[in-house]
């Protein structure tokens, strides 16, 4: 069965560094995203992202976030001068082919921000 | 704003056991309902969808059912197995693209 894939699982960064998470989202999606999840927290929406372009965005996502579709198959997040509070488990996912169809979750990249 | 919330916050039943996990969202005007389970430190894993137009949703031992015009949802398990032991999202899309999420309710089922 088909299914999101990120990397690393693990990223440790130093604080105001940049990081970039990748994820190569289910083949024939259209329709990608980013959620995070701080350490004892619900899940919550970061940025989603159709036809090469950013769809929605929540207030988390700020200057400092980017994302990117570089490619036919991958699907980053960027993220420019990291803080502490950065520090969280990022998921991507995707949907088929309208944002009311299921999304479909990554297993997570856990940033670590020192 | 939409809020989503889950009772209860964690839950210990004996193996075999049916239970009811519950979800109420504070604006009913949604598309649909999904809901997911986490292991811990892994991702989300897609149960159920159900859409604002219908009632229920069945899955193997899982049936959810939604009441849109009161806001809740409940996940229904028959004959729980240690294996369910998890943690269940439930979580709602309204306008636009995100899925808002309620903290989730942490099942063990004891052998």
């Known amino acids: 069965e088909p299914e999101v894939t990120q990397t690393p699982s693990h990223q440790v960064t130093q604080m105001g560094q940049e990081v970039i998470l990748r994820c190569v989202p289910i083949?024939?999606?259209?329709?990608f995203y980013w959620y995070r999840q701080i350490l004892g927290q619900k899940v919550e929406f970061l940025v989603s992202f159709y036809n090469n372009e950013i769809s929605e965005k929540s207030e988390i996502f700020d200057d400092q976030f980017s994302v990117e579709r570089p490619d036919g198959s991958n699907f980053t997040l960027k993220i420019r001068s990291t803080k502490l509070e950065d520090s969280a488990m990022y998921f991507c996912a995707s949907s088929e082919l309208s944002y009311t169809d299921t999304q479909y979750f990554g297993p997570g990249t856990r940033l670590t921000v020192l | 704003k939409q809020e989503v919330t889950q009772i209860p916050a964690a839950l210990s039943v004996p193996e075999g056991e049916n239970l009811v996990l519950n979800c109420s969202f504070t604006?009913?005007?949604?598309?649909?309902l999904q809901w997911f389970r986490q292991d811990p430190g892994k991702g989300l894993t897609s149960l159920l969808l159900?859409?604002?137009?219908?009632r229920e949703q069945t899955s193997g031992r899982l049936n959810a059912s939604l009441d849109k015009s009161s806001g809740r949802s409940t996940l229904y398990i028959a004959a729980s197995q240690p294996g369910d032991s998890a943690t269940y999202l439930c979580a709602v899309k309204a306008s636009g693209s995100r899925l808002t999420f309620g903290e989730g309710t942490q099942l063990t089922v004891n052998p």
């Open positions: 159900i859409q604002s137009s219908q």
């Open positions: 604006d009913s005007a949604i598309y649909n």
């Open positions: 083949s024939n999606h259209l329709y």
